[in-house]
């Protein structure tokens, strides 16, 4: 959190990367829900809170929107991770750079060099994941079969809470190998991004509590932003023009404050690694050859 605080304008500009992308599809959307509800009566009831009815009747006379957004996602969803990779080599060529040049040139110097490598331990990462949380997935829905005419009837959802948990946990620990390769990747400038992936995720195995402890104390810092988020939404309702504009102020703080919590969860990774890596054995400093000096025999007389 301290190199977090040390670098505001680093979470400022993380932050500026994921409302861009999000203003894709964002933008569009409020266009075309502006139009179709702007002049409705109908429409104050969003006023109230989110309406399924109200959606599901525009979706019904106004043609499938929703299936114009999903189709803009996808792509969206692609550039993202892309743009992941890049701002990942970015953040942390900022935390790890020993010069002083600008801000700009150094996130971009790191997206750019880092990109391919980021990018490759990205991949297997995501395939990891899968195969790890479908095997998991798969084994628990084969004894879920089997307890189906269990007498106790909360049987069926236990199960299913027992899945969706080992499915998160493969997830969360995949993610934290990936970002613990990534750290080692910049500190080591090495190009060996798959082998520092399964390494990582062997630290990560190894050493759970220390690494699950870092994005625990992350994520309780974020859930008081969200609670304050929350309570400020309950006491200042968005029902006028002025309360739903403060409200998208206060949203977008609330992101920054997160983009900040992620530039911190980063710092704190290499500071974790930083202090548990393995030493490497220095090498042999090589000593001077001595020096031989030959008495020359005086000439005779």
Request: charged letters at 15%; aromatic letters at 8%; proline letters at 5%.
């Amino acid at each position: 959190l301290g190199r977090a605080l040390a670098n505001p304008r680093l979470a400022f500009l993380l932050w500026l990367v994921n409302a861009a992308l999000a203003a894709v599809v964002a933008v569009p959307a409020f266009l075309h829900l502006s139009s179709v509800l702007a002049t409705r009566p109908e429409a104050d009831r969003l006023l109230r809170g989110f309406s399924f009815g109200l959606m599901a009747e525009m979706g019904h006379y106004q043609g499938a929107w929703g299936n114009i957004l999903m189709s803009m996602l996808w792509p969206l969803a692609a550039v993202a991770l892309l743009g992941n990779a890049l701002t990942s080599g970015g953040v942390l060529e900022v935390l790890t750079a020993q010069d002083d040049r600008r801000l700009l040139h150094r996130f971009g110097r790191g997206a750019g060099h880092f990109f391919g490598r980021f990018f490759r331990a990205g991949l297997v990462a995501g395939l990891v994941g899968l195969v790890v949380a479908g095997i998991l997935a798969g084994l628990v829905r084969g004894i879920g079969r089997r307890l189906e005419d269990s007498a106790w009837e909360p049987m069926g959802l236990v199960v299913g809470l027992v899945r969706f948990a080992l499915v998160a946990l493969v997830v969360l620990l995949v993610l934290m190998a990936l970002d613990l390769a990534r750290v080692r990747i910049v500190i080591e400038d090495s190009r060996q991004a798959i082998r520092l992936f399964f390494r990582s995720l062997k630290f990560v195995l190894r050493h759970p509590v220390k690494v699950l402890g870092l994005w625990a104390v992350n994520s309780l810092v974020l859930l008081g932003v969200l609670a304050a988020y929350l309570a400020y939404c309950n006491r200042f309702p968005a029902t006028r023009g002025r309360f739903i504009l403060a409200m998208v102020v206060v949203q977008q703080a609330v992101m920054l404050a997160r983009a900040g919590l992620r530039v911190g969860l980063w710092g704190s990774e290499i500071a974790l690694w930083e202090r548990m890596a393995p030493a490497r054995p220095s090498a042999p400093v090589p000593q001077p050859e001595p020096l031989v000096v030959v008495a020359l025999a005086p000439e005779a007389a």
